[in-house]
């Protein structure tokens, strides 16, 4: 009977291979928490551009955290609700099988905090109010009185602490950062006894991001994910394929690392086209050469989607900068070169480059110099480029 594919290209995967440094330190952020009862006065936030294992990384601190008998709350930022809103809704969410006078009473502060800032409350109300870059930070006494009160009502129910993860940070409305900025700031000086933490993690321009809203930049410690390792790739390959009776041949498992260049997302998409290239096998299987050619196929539609995708979502400058980049090759690019190739200075260049990596399309490789964070997305470029030249060709006079 065939095998549904262990691989999750495009979601969270169930195993995080090469990143047990990070989930090292985590765990030691944890039991400081957890073994002390202490607060964790900064906030980690590992960053990354798209497709590194970002969101994976943080669900698997999540699993560590729910694993030490924390009470974990999840937002992602950029939805309507605002920051500290998506917070507060997942806090009512995760505690509404408490009793019911520690439920009352958080179900009090959620209302009271709603009216400040706009978290909803039983009726779950949604924010309507629209952030002002420059204004001060709201409702942050508020904010800490409803997480001082998760956190008892966290261990009168036995559990250990509370955990806060928050993904996409880069996206979290202005006003949100700030009053979760300054929470942390007074907490530190205050409640220091209290045993919570929060963990997020984002793009690459994330530090810049929170810069430009909160003014101390200590209240958070950023980590940055590079790409897997070859073993930690042959890892996340193996490992699943193992788990159901399939084994790889050591040619097929060395090509399928060579294709997916260190990139998570790759490897769990050539992993996914390998397996569906085999059809699927059952225990007692091999995947082989073979089965990666084809799989390699299947997946350049896959990823030629993606970049599309991406491609089409920016603006003629942003693709101008593109080109230039594609035109040097794969790996990193001068600024210098890019902006020589374009005809302009490399000033004319920040404005296109901030927003490709806002998007997290390109990333910084070193001093003055930029790359694609996808592997094959600059051939995919010259692609697009040698096409439209060959078309231009061909059009009659």
């Known amino acids: 009977m065939a095998q549904p594919s262990p691989y999750t290209p495009g979601e969270a995967a169930r195993q995080v291979p090469g990143r047990t440094l990070q989930l090292a330190e985590i765990d030691e952020r944890l039991s400081y928490m957890i073994d002390l009862r202490r607060l964790v006065g900064r906030v980690?936030?590992?960053?990354?551009?798209?497709?590194?294992?970002?969101?994976?990384?943080?669900?698997?601190?999540?699993?560590?955290?729910?694993g030490r008998g924390a009470l974990t709350v999840w937002a992602t930022a950029g939805e309507d609700l605002g920051l500290i809103a998506a917070i507060?809704?997942?806090?009512r969410r995760r505690t509404e099988t408490w009793a019911t006078e520690t439920r009352g009473r958080l179900r009090q502060l959620l209302?009271?905090?709603?009216?400040?800032?706009?978290?909803?409350?039983?009726?779950?109300?949604?924010?309507?109010?629209q952030p002002e870059h420059a204004a001060?930070?709201?409702?942050?006494?508020?904010?800490?009185?409803?997480?001082?009160?998760?956190?008892?009502?966290?261990l009168d129910e036995g559990r250990t602490g509370l955990v806060v993860f928050i993904d996409e940070i880069q996206a979290a409305d202005p006003d949100g950062l700030r009053t979760l900025a300054y929470t942390w700031q007074h907490m530190q000086s205050e409640a220091g006894d209290v045993p919570a933490a929060v963990f997020a993690a984002g793009l690459p321009n994330a530090p810049e991001t929170i810069a430009e809203v909160v003014t101390f930049s200590e209240r958070f410690a950023y980590r940055?994910?590079?790409p897997l390792t070859d073993e930690a790739a042959q890892i996340a390959l193996a490992g699943p394929a193992g788990e159901l009776g399939v084994r790889w041949d050591r040619d097929a498992l060395e090509a399928a690392t060579a294709v997916a260049q260190g990139y998570p997302y790759s490897v769990q998409l050539i992993g996914d086209s390998t397996w569906?290239?085999?059809?699927?096998?059952?225990?007692?299987?091999?995947?082989?050469?073979?089965?990666?050619?084809?799989?390699?196929?299947?997946?350049?539609?896959?990823?030629?989607?993606l970049f599309r995708a991406r491609?089409?979502?920016?603006?003629?400058?942003?693709?101008?900068?593109?080109?230039?980049?594609?035109?040097?090759?794969d790996g990193p690019v001068r600024r210098a070169d890019i902006a020589q190739y374009l005809g302009v200075t490399t000033g004319d260049l920040s404005v296109?480059?901030?927003?490709?990596?806002?998007?997290?399309?390109?990333?910084?490789?070193?001093?003055?110099?930029?790359?694609?964070?996808?592997?094959?997305?600059?051939?995919?470029v010259r692609g697009r480029t040698e096409t439209r030249a060959d078309a231009r060709e061909s059009r009659p006079d």
């Open 136 to 154: 001060p930070a709201r409702g942050v006494r508020e904010f800490e009185l409803l997480v001082r009160e998760t956190v008892k009502g966290a």
């Open 276 to 305: 569906a290239a085999a059809s699927y096998p059952d225990g007692g299987s091999t995947l082989t050469t073979e089965h990666v050619r084809e799989g390699r196929r299947r997946m350049r539609q896959d990823l030629n989607a």
């Open 88 to 91: 507060g809704e997942d806090i």
């Open 44 to 66: 980690r936030v590992d960053i990354a551009p798209r497709g590194l294992g970002k969101t994976s990384l943080l669900r698997e601190a999540q699993r560590h955290a729910d």
């Open 224 to 226: 940055r994910l590079e």
């Open 311 to 329: 491609w089409e979502k920016c603006a003629p400058s942003e693709q101008q900068l593109m080109q230039a980049m594609a035109a040097h090759g």
């Open 352 to 380: 296109p480059r901030a927003r490709l990596i806002d998007k997290g399309i390109v990333d910084i490789a070193g001093h003055g110099q930029l790359q694609f964070t996808i592997p094959g997305f600059a051939g995919y």
């Open 111 to 129: 209302e009271h905090l709603q009216v400040t800032v706009g978290v909803p409350g039983v009726a779950q109300v949604k924010a309507s109010w």
